[in-house]
């Protein structure tokens, strides 16, 4: 009895932060794991203070874009349309650049999933090797079929169950590494490696932890969870659960990359290079361990990716997010497609997963300069505008914003 009243109220507590385990779902996908694994062997922790900045930044942008919605009653781009005299060309640009790049990581997630699974295979049944455009049209079969008939509350649920299994995969290959605690501690001083490719993994950190898209998104999951300004206190509770899951996920996958390929002297080319390593730790189970949690965070990617254009028009239009409308299935049968892009691009997934975390970063200034305009707005938010505490934040949230573009932009020239 006492183990179901257990279950029970761990079951409600997740049910009470939904946006935001939809949101570590969308958020730790394999664009998560490639990059902050790459960070990892390529640099040891010494970047870790760019994943704990981003989180915090993650928290209040969150709260931000949480708090607007629930005022307004409006989803973010609609509120950019509606409030702002050139508005409707701002929301098409972010509609625009977020779904460029969401199915540029659509394509590699569905590469790197290929790969482990492919892996996986090989491992169970003794070398047997199954062609990556076969595995990948098995994922997109079922992933289509369940945004055929599905509805927003069985992802909710579909997101929970995988997160979980994610976030245990993880911290039992942590606890199977043992990665030393002072070199975590040392990567919080904040420095910036003189290498190629340094300033554009501080990008990629930025663009997959505190992504523009999770923010137009959140205030879309808000609304879809009903929830009105009596609610803001729970908000940011959400809100605050989702961000310290990501940095504690993230920070996990980077202190094993840490512990196990930089000591190694590997730069993660290859995500099967990872599994690989990790078989003379713990064996075979080890390795599919770590399969089973690379694959869950990927499945939890792909299916917010699939919805963006969706869920996006919706939000600038101010209508009903449906996606059983034709339109709607028309959209995600398309960026189903881009699933298959690495069956055909020479460029390995883990490169164009990180590549496109990177692009992210881009177009973050254009999502938080907009919010702290709104959100210090007195007829649009009345007594409820931000207070000192959350207008210091936000400077701080573009001033950072603007940094790692720059970063971005110097590493693509």
């Known amino acids: 009895m006492g183990n179901k009243s257990l279950i029970k109220k761990i079951l409600l507590g997740l049910s009470a932060v939904g946006p935001g385990l939809f949101l570590i779902g969308y958020n730790i996908g394999t664009g998560s794991v490639t990059t902050m694994a790459k960070t990892g062997a390529e640099y040891g922790m010494s970047l870790f203070w760019a994943l704990v900045l981003s989180c915090i930044f993650t928290y209040i942008l969150m709260v931000a874009y949480g708090k607007v919605t629930l005022v307004t009653g409006r989803t973010a781009l609609f509120n950019f349309k509606q409030e702002f005299k050139w508005g409707w060309i701002l929301s098409l640009y972010i509609i625009l650049v977020l779904i460029i790049g969401e199915l540029l990581a659509l394509m590699g997630v569905m590469g790197i999933v290929a790969d482990l699974v492919q892996e996986g295979v090989r491992l169970a049944y003794n070398g047997v090797v199954v062609q990556r455009a076969w595995i990948i049209l098995f994922f997109v079969v079922i992933l289509a079929f369940f945004l055929w008939f599905g509805r927003y509350k069985a992802f909710?649920?579909?997101?929970?169950v995988l997160v979980i299994l994610m976030g245990l995969s993880f911290l039992v290959v942590f606890i199977m590494v043992r990665p030393d605690m002072a070199d975590i501690m040392s990567g919080m001083v904040p420095s910036i490696p003189d290498t190629p490719g340094a300033l554009g993994l501080i990008a990629a950190i930025t663009g997959t932890t505190c992504s523009a898209a999770v923010f137009v998104m959140r205030s879309t999951v808000v609304a879809e969870k009903g929830w009105g300004i009596n609610d803001l206190k729970k908000e940011k509770t959400d809100a605050f659960v989702s961000a310290f899951m990501m940095l504690l996920l993230s920070g996990v996958i980077m202190a094993v990359a840490a512990g196990t390929l930089h000591i190694s002297g590997m730069k993660l080319d290859n995500t099967v290079e990872m599994i690989s390593l990790f078989?003379?730790?713990?064996g075979k189970l080890a390795a599919f361990v770590l399969i089973i949690g690379i694959t869950g965070a990927g499945l939890s990617t792909i299916f917010p990716i699939v919805l963006i254009a969706p869920w996006l028009l919706a939000d600038y239009r101010g209508t009903p997010r449906n996606i059983h409308s034709t339109?709607?299935?028309?959209?995600?049968?398309?960026?189903?497609?881009?699933?298959?892009?690495?069956?055909?691009?020479?460029?390995?997934?883990?490169a164009l997963m990180v590549f496109s975390q990177a692009f992210q970063a881009c177009i973050l200034p254009a999502v938080a300069v907009p919010m702290f305009i709104l959100i210090n707005r007195h007829q649009l938010m009345g007594d409820n505008k931000a207070g000192a505490k959350l207008n210091f934040g936000?400077?701080?949230v573009i001033l950072f914003s603007l940094l790692t573009t720059w970063f971005a932009i110097a590493e693509f020239i």
């Open 394 to 396: 936000l400077v701080a």
């Open 279 to 282: 078989e003379p730790l713990g």
């Open 327 to 350: 339109t709607s299935r028309v959209l995600i049968f398309g960026a189903l497609l881009f699933a298959f892009g690495t069956v055909f691009l020479e460029e390995r997934p883990p």
């Open 156 to 160: 909710e649920k579909v997101l929970t």
